[in-house]
C-alpha cells in the first residue's frame, strides 16, 4: 500500500517536471490544477485563484 508520504512526493517530483522551463503563469497554474485533479479519486474539484490589476481571475476543475 502507497504511504501518504509516498504519494505526496510523487506528486511533488511530478510538479517540479510540469513547471520545469514553463514560464507562463497560466500554463503553469492549469497544469498543477489538473495533476493534482488527476492525483486522487476522492477529489471532486480543484479551484485556483489570480489578482491582476485588482481584479480576481478565479478558475474550477470539477468532474
Do not use: C, P
Not at 513547471?19 to 503563469?25: I, S, T
Not at 476522492?42 to 474550477?60: D, F, P, Q, S
Request: hydrophobic share 35%; proline share 0%.
Amino acid at each position: 500500500m502507497e504511504t501518504k508520504q509516498t504519494r505526496y512526493s510523487l506528486l511533488n517530483d511530478q510538479a517540479q517536471s510540469l513547471l520545469d522551463g514553463e514560464h507562463d503563469l497560466i500554463a503553469n497554474m492549469s497544469n498543477l490544477v489538473s495533476l493534482i485533479f488527476n492525483s486522487d479519486q476522492n477529489i471532486n474539484g480543484t479551484t485556483y485563484y489570480r489578482l491582476k490589476n485588482r481584479e480576481l481571475y478565479i478558475w474550477y476543475l470539477t468532474i
